[in-house]
């Protein structure tokens, strides 16, 4: 019987859990907060184009990861270095544009994107050469928001 008992009151928990888990929040609520986290992803997208590794430590969890376009896993380490080892130009690298908060759960938030990747053509120009539909993932640490990866999934050209 107290298993029962038991098992019946983990069942509902587990069921009351989402409802709980995400916040109720005003619209200027949200609005604030999309605006703020753009700002972040925004500082995200300067500090890997000017291969910034102390902002990039600063504005990265510990667990930081991204999935790049061709499925690979890669953690913050190696996401460092692989912006530090990229050849930015000016006006090349990720610009990102329609960011929109998806859903708030606490201290997670989960947001999305399009992102345009810009490179130089065989002239030297200046191009779009990726568009992609980002899953952005921000959690507030110690009062301050912080990135914790990316899902980046290419467009059809």
């Not at 703020?36 to 500082?43: Q, W």
């Not at 938030?109 to 993932?137: N, Q």
Request: charged share 25%; hydrophobic share 45%; aromatic share 6%.
């Amino acid at each position: 019987m107290k298993i029962a008992l038991g098992l019946s009151v983990c069942l509902l928990a587990g069921s009351l859990l989402p409802a709980v888990a995400q916040k109720s929040q005003k619209p200027s609520d949200t609005a604030a907060l999309e605006k703020e986290l753009y700002a972040v992803e925004l500082e995200w997208m300067k500090a890997e184009h000017d291969k910034n590794r102390p902002m990039m430590t600063d504005l990265w969890t510990d667990s930081f990861f991204d999935i790049l376009p061709d499925g690979k896993v890669v953690n913050k380490q190696e996401m460092m270095d692989m912006m530090v080892k990229a050849d930015a130009k000016p006006g090349t690298g990720a610009f990102p544009d329609n960011f929109k908060i998806q859903a708030i759960y606490g201290n997670v938030v989960l947001a999305t994107d399009h992102t345009v990747i810009k490179g130089l053509d065989s002239s030297g120009k200046i191009v779009p050469v990726m568009e992609m539909s980002v899953l952005r993932m921000f959690v507030r640490e110690q009062g301050k928001w912080r990135v914790a990866g990316a899902g980046l999934v290419p467009l059809p050209k």
